[in-house]
T-cell receptor, first 115, second 113 residues
Framework: DVKVTQSSRYLVKRTGEKVFLECVQDMDHENMFWYRQDPGLGLRLIYF???????EKGDIPEGYSVSREKKERFSLILESASTNQTSMYLC??????????????FGEGSRLTVL | AQSVTQPDIHITVSEGASLELRCNYS??????LFWYVQSPGQGLQLLLKYFSGDTLVQGIKGFEAEFKRSQSSFNLRKPSVHWSDAAEYFCAVGARGFQKLVFGTGTRLLVSP
């Protein structure tokens, strides 16, 4: 079974703290993504990576950075958390070849609360 | 740039009744189209996708969707809804040779007894 694992389901942090959200996939997928999900706004793309050490800004990259040192791992970093970053964060991966091309596989999400 | 509109925020359907969730997209060429479902507290699961060919596509859990180029629509349907279908449904569009998907704002489906 394909699997995308997000290390933390629930996090509570204080304003100004540095936050790391980790995502690991076991499918040898080239592409990985970080979305944030907010009620009424759907999923908005923060960053994506189409290969190791490669990254592209999505639609809402401000306040975030990412790291992809290994193919299976894609980390989202909040350098200085703010209350408006309270949200559900979803990681996804995708293959660029094969019958599942295009399909995103999602983790279960990390719900971050910034106080 | 691509965009997706899901005009219905909430829909309530009686168990056993038919369902149609609307999705309209904006994209200049033939898109890749997807429907995903999210159960409470879970990530998103793919229901079905359209890349090319037959415009009526079948998915998991008895869902189907029809691509209508003239209407820029990709509506999701199910002939008989079950209580377990209560969830949030997202339509998404991607460009050919794409790197990212653009999602709609979602439709929350409630199923009444």
């Amino acid at each position: 079974d394909v699997k995308v694992t997000q290390s933390s389901r629930y996090l509570v942090k204080r304003t100004g703290e540095k936050v790391f959200l980790e995502c690991v996939q076991d499918m040898d997928h080239e592409n990985m993504f970080w979305y944030r999900q907010d009620p009424g706004l759907g999923l908005r793309l923060i960053y994506f990576s189409y290969d190791v050490k490669m990254k592209e800004k999505g639609d809402i990259p401000e306040g975030y950075s990412v790291s992809r040192e290994k193919k299976e791992r894609f980390s989202l970093i909040l350098e200085s958390a703010s209350t408006n970053q309270t949200s559900m964060y979803l990681c996804a991966s995708r293959s660029q070849s094969g019958e599942n091309t295009g399909e995103l596989f999602f983790g279960e999400g990390s719900r971050l609360t910034v106080l | 740039a691509q965009s997706v509109t899901q005009p219905d925020i909430h829909i309530t359907v009686s168990e056993g009744a038919s369902l149609e969730l609307r999705c309209n997209y904006s994209y200049g060429a033939t898109p890749y189209l997807f429907w995903y479902v999210q159960s409470p507290g879970q990530g998103l699961q793919l229901l079905l996708k359209y890349f090319s060919g037959d415009t009526l596509v079948q998915g998991i859990k008895g869902f189907e969707a029809e691509f209508k180029r003239s209407q820029s629509s990709f509506n999701l349907r199910k002939p008989s809804v079950h209580w377990s279908d209560a969830a949030e449904y997202f339509c998404a569009v991607g460009a050919r040779g794409f790197q990212k998907l653009v999602f709609g704002t979602g439709t929350r489906l409630l199923v009444s007894p």
